[in-house]
């Protein structure tokens, strides 16, 4: 039997299927957008560019015009293409690995929110994407669910650790949860991997069911909820269950296992607390021209608890960044787009605390007088639908009188 390399809904990829499409490939852009993140398109580029030892910008296949040009890209340039110099032929599994593992130039630029308006541009090698991926036998025919945005850092550290091991990836991040029970069932899962809020809603599906082909269970992408575990521990009764701590600007770099963070020996150096503020120094960042640094430190923006000198407990983010099912969101990106609709003279947009994600997106809408609120609503929400990521739209909006300030003339967000 074939060894499978991605299943997607209906489809199939093997790994065969995989080297043929790359041997087939002839063009290439430095420039990586799937509409709709179709996630095998987004592997074969990135392989092929790993092969090839080209560099790309990955970029969320649902960003809209607007978005791209905040950027810094014209949707037009999305589509300008190059032929390869050299037209190489890979051989089966084995050749393909040693090719991406011989890569010299080769990186990956991802964008991540700034508390400006404007995405930071990082780019990361291979070195720094594939830290912390583990490789050796212990992972012989592991089946993963992959259940994160493909183009984001936590999808990319599964996709990683799955393809250097040979591994075959469910694709989950589409399913609607009532399917998780059946994929986890026809597939024989071993490895999850997913932000809580996808266990939060995927717990109502299992009907006390047990697994016990699951082995491991990860964390990542937003606050650990400890609330699951004891749940967990009856429906995957194998699995080992760690919190993994990633950023875009540095990769992943911790592992937990609840909600204490360990600080492993070879990054001690790399790594410090002040003031209940998180810093990662700049040996261990991807490469960027706009991280602010203290230094040759960098502000990750977490507030922590430190336990002891090798040990703390996440507690928040500092700025106003707003997590939505593990999705950091802008709220001045959402209020910019809100702004443009004719009739809004002023908006405010914050976060509220949600059972399911975590927190949602609500909007203060100051109107001009005289329009009818349902139909200005209605308004709204399209133009933000048309020009947002589906989690930076808000979920209520409400209209005001005014919005308030902070004492120093801010918008009050919390």
Not at 205 to 225: C, L, M, R, T
Not at 269 to 280: A, C, D, G, M, S
Request: net charge neutral; with cysteine.
């Amino acid at each position: 039997m074939e060894s499978i390399f991605l299943v997607h809904g209906e489809h199939q990829y093997t790994f065969n299927k995989l080297i043929e499409d790359l041997n087939s490939k002839r063009h290439c852009s430095p420039y990586l957008y799937i509409e709709h993140n179709e996630p095998y398109d987004i592997f074969l580029s990135i392989i092929h560019s790993l092969v090839y030892d080209y560099s790309l910008e990955l970029l969320d296949g649902d960003f809209s015009e607007q978005e791209l040009e905040n950027i810094g890209i014209e949707k037009a340039m999305l589509s300008v293409t190059v032929e390869v110099d050299l037209q190489l032929r890979v051989m089966d599994r084995n050749d393909l690995f040693h090719r991406i593992k011989q890569n010299k130039k080769w990186t990956l630029t991802l964008y991540t929110s700034g508390t400006s308006g404007r995405p930071k541009k990082v780019s990361h090698t291979f070195n720094t994407l594939t830290r912390n991926i583990k490789v050796n036998d212990k992972f012989d025919g592991a089946i993963w669910a992959f259940a994160y945005n493909p183009t984001h850092m936590a999808g990319l550290q599964v996709f990683f650790q799955s393809l250097l091991n040979g591994n075959t990836m469910i694709y989950f991040f589409d399913e609607q949860p009532k399917n998780y029970p059946q994929l986890l069932e026809k597939y024989s899962i071993t490895h999850i991997s997913a932000t809580a809020t996808f266990y939060r809603n995927a717990i109502h599906y299992f009907h006390n069911q047990v697994y016990p082909s699951v082995g491991s269970i990860a964390f990542g992408g937003e606050k650990y909820d400890s609330a699951l575990e004891s749940a967990f521990k009856q429906i995957f009764p194998r699995a080992v269950i760690r919190n993994i701590y990633a950023s875009t600007e540095a990769g992943s770099l911790f592992v937990a296992r609840g909600n204490i963070f360990y600080i492993s020996e070879s990054i001690r150096p790399f790594v410090t607390i002040r003031e209940n503020q998180l810093f990662i120094h700049r040996a261990l960042l991807g490469a960027s021209e706009s991280l602010v640094l203290d230094g040759e430190w960098f502000n990750t923006g977490d507030l922590v608890e430190q336990l002891d000198r090798f040990s703390f407990k996440f507690l928040s983010r500092q700025s106003d960044l707003i997590n939505v099912g593990g999705y950091k969101v802008n709220p001045i990106e959402v209020e910019n787009i809100l702004m443009k609709v004719p009739g809004v003279v002023e908006a405010l947009v914050k976060g509220k605390e949600n059972s399911v994600t975590g927190m949602i997106l609500v909007a203060d809408i100051v109107k001009e007088h005289g329009l009818e609120e349902k139909d200005l609503k209605k308004t709204i929400k399209q133009a933000a639908s048309l020009q947002l990521q589906e989690w930076k739209v808000p979920r209520i909006i409400t209209f005001v009188e005014e919005i308030l300030t902070t004492r120093t003339g801010k918008k009050a967000r919390k």
